[in-house]
């Protein structure tokens, strides 16, 4: 839409019955994207510096680190990290290339797959691991008080609890999701 269409109107004109944001849900939502972008774009420059992979490769390993054996299903690692299939399918490609991953048929389950972390993998996680808790931290927590942080956490459970509650709506409409 334009300022031309009869239709727009900017954001704050009709807060109380309208789609639009309030003036200051624009201005947080604005901030937000600003240090989401600020924040994520570090963490990823940082990675491929000093980490000599992609942020995306990392977030992998380190979910497969955490997974029972150091594996997981590829349906549900992609859940997991946010990615599609097709991307992560590409992502564990250039990590089974590295050494880092392993792929395999999940047993029983024709079109099923398996992502593994190697021992290789282990380790090369285990070197970029402080590098990006470092970065994570200088970046998101450094400039926080004790306070401001528990206010962060209390902001972040309450978004998270909406979404569940929303997640749990759609299972009951589509119990495959």
């Known amino acids: ?47 491929q510096q000093h980490g000599g ?38 992502a564990v490609a250039r990590l089974e290339a590295l050494g880092w991953v392993r792929r395999e048929q999940a047993e029983g389950d024709r079109r099923g797959q398996i992502a593994g972390l190697t021992d290789a993998g282990l380790e090369r996680l285990k070197k970029v691991a402080p590098l990006h808790a470092e970065t994570v931290r200088a970046s998101l927590f450094d400039p926080l008080s004790d306070e401001q942080l528990g206010a962060l956490e209390s902001i972040f459970d309450a978004i998270q609890a909406q979404e569940s509650d929303y997640e749990r709506q759609m299972r009951e409409i589509d119990p495959q999701r």
């Not at 490769?57 to 590829?74: G, K, T, W």
């Open 53 to 90: 992979m992609p942020f995306a490769y990392y977030l992998v390993l380190a979910m497969l680190s955490e997974a029972p054996d150091r594996q997981m299903r590829m349906n549900r690692l992609s859940e997991i990290v946010g990615f599609s299939q097709s991307r992560l399918s590409h």
């Open 1 to 47: 839409m334009s300022d031309d269409d009869p239709g727009f109107e900017p954001a704050g004109t009709d807060a109380e019955n309208g789609p639009w944001l309030s003036d200051r849900q624009q201005v947080v939502w604005r901030r937000w994207l600003a240090m989401w972008r600020m924040v994520d774009a570090r963490i990823e420059r940082d990675m």
